[in-house]
């Protein structure tokens, strides 16, 4: 008889919890991996019957790093949502995504933040180049934060938590090109540029670094890049950039650009002159140990970058 109630007590036990009811009290993403859908703003984690949903803004992912100590902020409200749901069955990113989700499984209970901050910390992932110490940058961690997170619960009560991890978002971004060949140009204001498609690299150079003069073999002439002599500047631009766009008074207004890094003041600039033909100058120009910086942002050109050839005659 004993045995008899026991398997019952069992059956009754089993069967209550079958009807795809949440069935915890507590919500753990922490092992999971972060997806995102591509057609909308929406952020996710699944795991099994479970989905926690953070959907806010794209513009909140800006390709900057944030400042130390300081991450991006953002109240909770009905722009900056968090959503946790619990399915009847094995849920798919095709649940979360798509225009017109499947019919199944079905939401069998939601939990929707009612208070909280959304706290976002991005760094820089950068690939390094062991060869010259060169580094780029390959895309951007968003280490998410929920601090004093309300969930309201169907039945009206709530589940707070003073600290829930959501988690690392990584956007990847292409490498900045650096498509440039040589050989060099130089407007008569001095300024050194070259340029390649959508970009250019513009080198506000001394003049006294660029003399008609052979320098001694293993003595290079040598400048610091700065702020203002020896400026250095990279652009990228939404648009093809014509030999027109150099050498004016004032940049025109085409192509509009998307990006610009300007060389970190103290890194060095080495220009070997050598002759190439009857009163024909070449000089080569290195950058050693050259950082190039937007915002909070930087990596670092190598530890020898060859800037180009530039070839002047003597009249």
């Known amino acids: 008889m004993k045995r008899f109630l ?17 069935i915890v009290d507590t919500i753990d993403f922490s092992d999971v991996t972060t997806s995102s859908c591509s057609d909308n703003n929406l952020i996710f984690k699944l795991k099994e019957s479970e989905s926690l949903i953070l959907n806010i803004p794209e513009v909140t992912f800006t390709e900057n790093p944030t400042p130390v100590n300081d991450p991006i902020k953002l ?7 968090v959503v946790y749901n619990f399915y009847d069955g094995k849920v798919a990113a095709a649940n979360i995504c798509a225009l017109i ?17 959304i706290q976002i910390t991005t760094t820089a992932v950068k690939k390094l180049n062991e060869t010259d110490n060169s580094t780029r940058i390959t895309g951007y961690n968003n280490n998410i934060i929920l601090q004093n997170i309300t969930f309201a619960k169907p039945d009206g009560t709530t589940q707070f938590y003073e600290t829930f991890p959501f988690g690392d978002y990584l956007k990847t971004v292409d490498p900045l090109p650096f498509g440039f060949q040589d050989p ?3 407007c008569t204001s001095g300024q050194v540029y070259k340029f390649s498609e959508s970009e250019s690299f513009t080198l506000n150079i001394d003049p006294a670094l660029i003399v008609n003069e052979v320098t ?20 990228l631009f939404n648009g093809v950039v014509p030999p027109s766009y150099f050498c004016q008074v004032t940049d025109p207004l085409l192509p509009t650009v998307n990006q610009t890094w300007l060389g970190k003041a103290g890194g060095v600039i080495e220009v070997t002159t050598t002759t190439n033909g009857p009163n024909t100058f070449k000089h080569t120009i290195i950058l050693k140990n050259v950082t190039l910086e937007k915002d909070t942002n930087n990596f670092q050109l190598g530890t020898s970058y060859k800037y180009g050839e530039l070839q002047t005659k003597i009249p």
Do not use: H, M
């Open 6 to 22: 026991g398997i019952l007590i069992c059956v009754f036990a089993f069967s209550g919890c079958d009807d795809g009811d949440l």
């Open 75 to 81: 109240d909770i409200n009905t722009t900056n949502r």
């Open 101 to 117: 989700p499947p019919a199944t499984p079905n939401i069998k209970n939601q939990w929707e933040a009612s208070s909280g901050i």
């Open 184 to 186: 060099l140009s130089i």
């Open 216 to 235: 001694p073999v293993g003595s290079p002439r040598t400048g610091v890049v700065g702020l203002v002599t020896n400026k250095l500047v990279y652009r």
